[in-house]
C-alpha cells in the first residue's frame, strides 16, 4: 500500500510521502483553525506546512516540481498561509486593531520585494553562465574571472526569501495570543528589514567588476587558448544527460592519444556528468559560437553518437570526421545509415565490418577501419582457476527494459534457476549476483524477482559461513577492511577538495584544471580499493554487488566463468577469453539464437531451466576439455580484432593516418587554390582580344 502511494505521488521514500500528506493536509488545518478561530491551533498547523515544505525542498521532491506545474508552487502556498493568517486576525475581531493593517501592510511590501530580489538572482545566474565553459584550460591567466556571490545568497534563494516572513507571522501570532501590537510590529519590522537587506546585498553582483567578461572577450581568449595549444583530435559529443556514459567510456582513451587531444561538448548537462580527466574539455552550447571557433590546427574529429548537432562541427573541410560509436553490439543503431556522413567509421573488429555490409546502409567497406576496443584493456585474460580456489561464477544479468518483451532479461524466467543450480552445484562455486542497475525500475516483477534472487544468494551466504568446510582467514580479512575504511576516507578527503561542488559555471571554468596529482592519486587508491574488497571476505562466499564499486569489469578479473543476458555485458566478456553462458529466455532454440546474435556462437546457451549450466561449470573445472574454448578465441578476435598490436595503439595509428588525409586534402586544396588565383591573375592581366592558354602560353593577336 505504501510502495504503490510512494509510486503514485512520485516521491522517494517513506519519510516523503509522509511529509506529502503533512503538507498537503496542513493548509485545511489552517483554514479551519482560522475559521474556529484558534491561534495555538493555526500555529501548529503552520509549523506543519512550514517543515515539511522545507524537507521536500531539501530533498529535492519530485511533487515539488509537479505543484507547481499545478499552479501550487512555492509562492502561492506562502501567499495561501499569510492570507489565512489575515482571516485568522479578522476572526479574531481584530480588523480594526493596528496589527491587521501592519500585516496586510508587511505582506504587499514582501510581495513587493519578490520581484527585484528574483529580478536580481536571475540577472547574476545569467551574467555568471559564460558562452563557453571549460575544464582543463586555462582562461584564468587570459581574462579576469570574478568570484561568485556567497552560496548562501543564491542557493535555493526564493525558498530562502520567502521563509523570511517566518519573522512576521510568529510576531502576528503571538500578538494574536497576548492582545499585544508591539510584539507583532517587532515581527514585521524584523521580516521586511532582513528582506531589504537581502535584495541590497545581491546589488553588487550585477554590475562593475563583480561581473564576468561579456561573450566576446571569452570566445577571444578561448581562441588564444586554442592557438596555443594547437590541438589535433577532437572528441565531439552531443546529447542528454542521461547519455554521459558514452563520452565518459572514451576518457582513458584520450588521455592517452599520442596526438594533443580535446574533448568539445555542446550540453552543460553533459559537463557536469562528465567523469574526471585531464584532457582539456570545451563545452559549446551555441552552435554560432562552434563555428566561429579556431580548429584549425585540428585533423581528426571523433564521434561518439549520430546526433543533429554533429552538423556543426561535420561542415568543417579541413577535418576528418569518423564515427567511433559508444558500444559495439548487433543492435541497429551500430549500423545507421547517418554514419554515411563520415569519412571513416571504426569499428572493434571484423564483426563489425561485415554488420555494415550486411546491412547495406551505403558505408563503403574501403571507409571501415578496425581498431579494436580500448576501453577494455583493463580486463585480464583467463588463466584459468587459480590453485586452491574453488571457482567464482559471475551472474550479470541485464535489467527488464521499456517493454515486456521475454528476452530482455534472465531475470524474470530463469533467473532463480540459475542462481539455485549454482549454489548447490557439486563440487561448490562462488557465486557473484552483480545486476544492472535499472533493474526492478519499472516492472515490479522484475524487482520481485531480483529479491527473491538476493534472498537465495545471502541465504546461501550464511549456510556456506557456518559450514566448516570452508576456513576463513579473519585477522587476513579485518586487516582488509581497515584499509578499506583508509582509502574511503581518503577518497572522501579528495573529492572534497576538488571538483565543482558549490562553484558556479563561471568559478568553475576559471579554477576548474585538473590536479594531475589528486587525480593521479585516486586512480591508485580506486586500484588499491578494488584489491582491498576481494580480500576483505573468503574466496568462496557468495555476494550480491550492487552499486558502482566495485565496477564490472572488476568482477569479470576475479571471475572464471559468467552467465548474462544479450548486452554489451556479453561482447565485453568475451575479451577475457572465459567461459560464458546466455540465456535464451525468449526461448527461440539455440541455433535461432545464434543466428540472431553473433556475440553468443562461443557461448553455452541456456533455457530458462538452466539444465545446461554443467556444461559451464565443466568448462571451467577442466579447460582442457572446454569445447568452446578455440572458438570463443575466433570469435574474440572475429568481435574485438587481434590482440596484438594493443587496442590503443591500432587507435593510435588509426588517428595518425587519417590525419596524413587530412593533412594531404588540405595542402591539395591550398595548391588548387593557389593554382586557380595564378590563372586569374594571368587572365587579368592579359592584353585586350588575347588569348591565354591552359599551359599559360599565349596566341592569336600579337603573335608572330
Known sequence: MISTAIRVARVGSAAELAAAVLMVAGFPALMLAALVPSVPAFAAA?????????????????????????????????????????????????????????????????YGLQAPHGALVQLIRNRRRMPVATRNVDLKSRIRI??????????????????????????????????????????????????????????????????????ERVLAAVDDWLGEYKPETVLYFSGSKDSAYQVNMWLDTMENLDSKPLIILRERAILNN??????????????????????????????AANVGKNIHMLRVPTIKHVFIGHGDSDKLASVNPYSKVYDEVWTAGRAGRDRYAIADVGVRDDDIVEVGRPQLAPIQTWQGVPEGRIPTVLYAPTWEGWDDNP????????????????????????VLYKPHPFTGTRSKEAKAAHQRITALVQKAAAERAADSRFATDGAAQAQAKAELARIETRIAQLAGTGGDK?????EATRDGQVDVARHEEVARLRAEWNDAYWRSFPTWEHRVITGSEPRLYDCFNVSDAMVSDISS???DFIASGKPYAVTDSAELGAEEFKRNNTAVRAAVILSNSAAELGELLGAVRDPAADPLAEDRKELKQYLLGPDEPASIDQFNTAVANLAIKAETRNVG????????????????????GQRVSSAGDTDGVGTG
Request: proline share 6%; glycine share 6%.
Open 46 to 110: 503552520a509549523a506543519v506546512t512550514y517543515l515539511a515544505d522545507h524537507y521536500l525542498h531539501r530533498k529535492g521532491s519530485y511533487l515539488i516540481n509537479r505543484l507547481g506545474k499545478v499552479r501550487a508552487g512555492l509562492s502561492i502556498r506562502f501567499l495561501i498561509r499569510q492570507l489565512l493568517l489575515v482571516l485568522l486576525l479578522a476572526r479574531l475581531s481584530l480588523a480594526d486593531n493596528l496589527i491587521y493593517y501592519g500585516a496586510i501592510a508587511c505582506f504587499i511590501a514582501f
Open 146 to 215: 570574478p568570484d561568485a556571490p556567497p552560496r548562501r545568497l543564491l542557493h535555493r534563494s526564493a525558498e530562502k526569501m520567502l521563509h523570511l516572513d517566518l519573522f512576521a507571522v510568529i510576531g502576528i501570532l503571538l500578538a494574536a495570543q497576548v492582545k499585544s501590537a508591539l510584539v507583532g510590529f517587532v515581527g514585521i519590522g524584523i521580516t521586511v528589514a532582513v528582506a531589504t537587506l537581502y535584495v541590497v546585498a545581491l546589488v553588487p553582483y550585477v554590475r562593475g567588476r563583480k561581473i564576468p567578461p561579456n561573450a
Open 274 to 303: 562528465l567523469a574526471p580527466t585531464t584532457v582539456p574539455v570545451i563545452c559549446v552550447p551555441g552552435g554560432v559560437h562552434l563555428m566561429n571557433m579556431d580548429l584549425s590546427t585540428v585533423r581528426v574529429a571523433l564521434y
Open 407 to 430: 528476452g530482455n532479461t534472465s531475470i524474470l524466467l530463469a533467473g532463480e534457476n540459475i542462481v539455485r543450480r549454482l549454489i548447490t552445484a557439486d563440487p561448490p562455486v562462488r
Open 502 to 506: 558549490g562553484r558556479d559555471e563561471a
Open 569 to 571: 555485458v556479453v561482447s
Open 669 to 688: 586544396q591550398e595548391s588548387r587554390i593557389a593554382a586557380a588565383t595564378a590563372d586569374a591573375e594571368k587572365l587579368a592581366n592579359a592584353v585586350p
